[in-house]
């Protein structure tokens, strides 16, 4: 059985249709990119999997639990729950200016009285480690360079211990310099066979990284498979033309 399941969502902005009866499945140890161009429903896709967009029809389910079948949302304390399975980091790392490093990494299992304070900060100073930045503990974010504060976002996405890690472009506000240190973190999550969907511009971490890549535009999947073929070989203008803007760019 698929860990994360999604059939036929669909969302609109009154007459613009976003998301068009997008259907995927992601299994264990998944690590799927999506790709597209700007506006194609990347995002609106994935901020609708732990309900931060409302769809107006199609089904979620995660481990068989649906968070919406057919349009219609489950009740909101388990819709909370299911969705609380799946971590997330934003392209703009939504960190509390006003917390130290460790206090931003705190502050969920603290609201939802998870754990002791005693494990939360052992939890948290381990995953400070794991992505490098354990001496960066009772900094404030204003310290930290645009990689070092994902690198931060990723530690505080994996403090729930979720199932399913959901990136959205979490490279494109940083300068390229940068950009290696956060690819690097989630490379490491990958090969420790984290689940992951990561909408994404790099399309060298899509080939080197990801066991699959689905290309979206103008809100529908155009074509999704092995990402070195698709990246290399795609079947679809839509995607031959995407590929060539995309790449020249280079």
């Known amino acids: 059985m698929p860990i994360l399941e999604v059939k036929n969502i669909k969302k609109s902005y009154g007459p613009l249709e976003v998301l068009k009866q997008i259907s995927f499945e992601v299994n264990k140890n998944d690590v799927i990119a999506v790709i597209g161009p700007s506006g194609s429903g990347k995002s609106t896709m994935l901020r609708s999997l732990v309900h931060l967009e409302e ?32 971590g997330m980091v934003f392209q703009h790392f939504n960190l509390f200016p006003h917390l130290t490093v460790v206090e931003n990494l705190e502050l969920a299992p603290k609201l939802l009285k998870q754990g002791s304070p005693q494990e939360n900060r052992e939890l948290s100073m ?92 103008k809100g529908e999947i155009v074509e999704s498979g092995n990402p070195v073929e698709l990246l290399n070989n795609p079947k679809m203008e839509r995607t031959k033309a995407f590929l060539y803007r995309t790449l020249s760019k280079k």
């Open 55 to 86: 769809l107006d029809g199609g089904s979620i389910s995660v481990n068989g639990k649906y968070i919406v079948k057919d349009g219609i949302y489950s009740k909101p304390q388990q819709v909370k729950q299911i969705t609380s399975k799946m």
């Open 126 to 217: 381990e995953l400070l480690r794991k992505v490098g930045l354990s001496d960066k503990a009772d900094v404030l974010p204003s310290k930290l360079s645009g990689g070092q504060k994902q690198r931060v976002a990723i530690a505080r996405a994996l403090m729930r211990n979720p199932e399913i890690l959901l990136f959205d472009e979490p490279t494109s506000a940083l300068d390229p310099e940068l950009t290696g240190e956060v690819l690097q973190v989630m490379k490491d999550l990958a090969f420790e066979d984290m689940t992951m969907v990561v909408v994404t511009h790099e399309m060298e971490f899509a080939k080197d990284v990801a066991n699959k890549a689905i290309f979206m535009d």
